[in-house]
């Protein structure tokens, strides 16, 4: 993942979990504020599942 994402502020490993609650959003059909916080902030999910 490291070598194909583009720089930016938001760290590999905050990445991933921000990638996997996209994913638990997604899979569950539940509403952003379900995300589970051991998934990282739910915000900022939703907001790179939007853009």
Known sequence: MET???RGK?????LQRTIAA????HGNGAK?????????????????FIR
């Open 4 to 6: 194909v994402r583009p």
């Open 10 to 14: 938001t760290p590999p490993h905050d």
């Open 22 to 25: 996209i994913f638990w959003h």
């Open 32 to 48: 952003w504020r379900s995300i589970p916080a051991e998934l990282g902030l739910r915000w900022r999910a939703a907001q790179l």
